[in-house]
């Protein structure tokens, strides 16, 4: 059974008589030069492959992603026929591949009803491509004319460091908060409406404390705060206490030269008339300590979906869009929509890439099928 494959797929890899079976290589080097090469002479949807590949024996898969939820190719690799040593071996370390499987074979006769043998003009004979796995050169070395390529899954790169990518918090604002926690707490990166702790930061130039949102482009709605767990129970809700500042907010210049957007939490009665009319801190000793926050931004707000978070969360890792199977995620999305599973969070510190990346797609029983794209694929 072939639960991602068509009609005609399926007949040829069911078929008795396959005819013919071929892997073809479309690399880009690095200096974004394209080449179609193969094990054979051959034509296939109008692109010319030469025959330059030898010592192909297949791809190597790691596993079955059970654990990570992200099924990949995990090596693989070839020789290029290299007569002369014409080619610039330094411009395939780095190089992206794509390693293509089509396939051939008849699927029947065509026969009319009523026809006798004598009538046979033909075969049914298709071809088609079964899939294409993606890869980059991971090392190339060149010996007696010919260059062996040593690959690795495409999407190992982008899994490699930590998320978010905004900066630390104490990096933008380091010298002017000597008060400040020293930790991986970095700028926010939400979806929908997140409740997550919100950290303050001291402002050189105009020596005011703030509490920092994120970027300064999105427009922000808060909701409420509460105060942190060290100091008790107490809400403070927008509708009762002026949390972002009647709306207006305030931006400030970190040190990477990009500005942010704060604000201040003004629930605190300094002069005991009723009425509150200051920016509120706790503190823990002579830190200042995060203060929870429900609040969201524009430009993520409507990304509740499981399936276009994690895409946003792909893209944020590098991943060129064109590499994300459109087609896959849209119907992923149709079935959380079915469910009526959403995601509501935020990340304020650092994470590995791809434990976070994992732990997403165990909570909404997915996996990636990683190939030429990748693919969205819920588990039933």
């Known amino acids: 059974m072939y639960t991602d494959k068509t009609l005609q797929q399926t007949g040829i890899l069911d078929a008795e008589a396959k005819t013919e079976a071929s892997w073809l290589f479309d690399i880009t080097d690095t200096d974004s030069g394209a080449h179609y090469w193969s094990n054979k002479t051959k034509t296939w949807n109008g692109q010319s492959y030469t025959h330059k590949i030898t010592g192909f024996k297949g791809i190597e898969f790691g596993g079955s992603g059970a654990e990570s939820g992200i099924i990949t190719p995990s090596k693989t690799s070839f020789q290029l026929i290299d007569k002369g040593n014409a080619l610039d071996v330094t411009k395939y370390e780095g190089a992206d591949i794509i390693i293509r499987a089509p396939m051939k074979a008849n699927l029947g006769s065509l026969l009319a009803p009523g026809d006798t043998w004598d009538d046979l003009d033909s075969w049914d004979e298709q071809e088609a491509e079964m899939a294409a796995w993606g890869f980059e050169v991971s090392r190339a070395i060149r010996i007696n004319q010919v260059i062996t390529l040593h690959c690795r899954c495409w999407l190992d790169k982008y899994l490699q460091g930590d998320y978010p990518n905004t900066p630390l918090v104490q990096d933008l604002w380091p010298s002017s908060d000597t008060n400040a926690k020293k930790d991986n707490v970095c700028i926010p990166k939400l979806w929908g409406t997140a409740f997550i702790p919100v950290r303050s930061a001291k402002y050189a130039t105009d020596g005011i404390r703030y509490y920092v949102l994120g ?124 469910w009526g599973l959403t995601f509501n969070g935020g990340l304020w510190y650092k994470r590995d890439r791809k434990a976070f990346l994992s732990e997403l797609l165990l909570q909404c029983h997915m996996r990636l099928i990683v190939r030429d794209k990748i693919y969205f694929k819920v588990l039933s």
């Open 215 to 338: 970027p300064d482009t999105p427009t922000y709605v808060i909701d409420k705060i509460k105060a942190p767990k060290e100091r008790g129970i107490s809400t403070y809700s927008n509708d009762d206490y002026d949390l972002d500042n009647s709306g207006s907010f305030y931006t400030i210049t970190g040190s990477d030269g990009n500005d942010y957007k704060v604000t201040k939490f003004i629930f605190v009665d300094d002069d005991h008339d009723g009425t509150a009319d200051s920016n509120g801190f706790f503190k823990d000793g002579s830190k200042f300590l995060d203060v929870p926050c429900k609040y969201s931004r524009s430009d993520t707000l409507s990304l509740t979906n499981p399936a276009y978070m994690i895409e946003n969360v792909l893209e944020d890792f590098g991943v060129p869009s064109a590499k994300i199977d459109d087609t896959s995620v849209a119907a992923a999305a149709a079935t959380f929509t079915a």
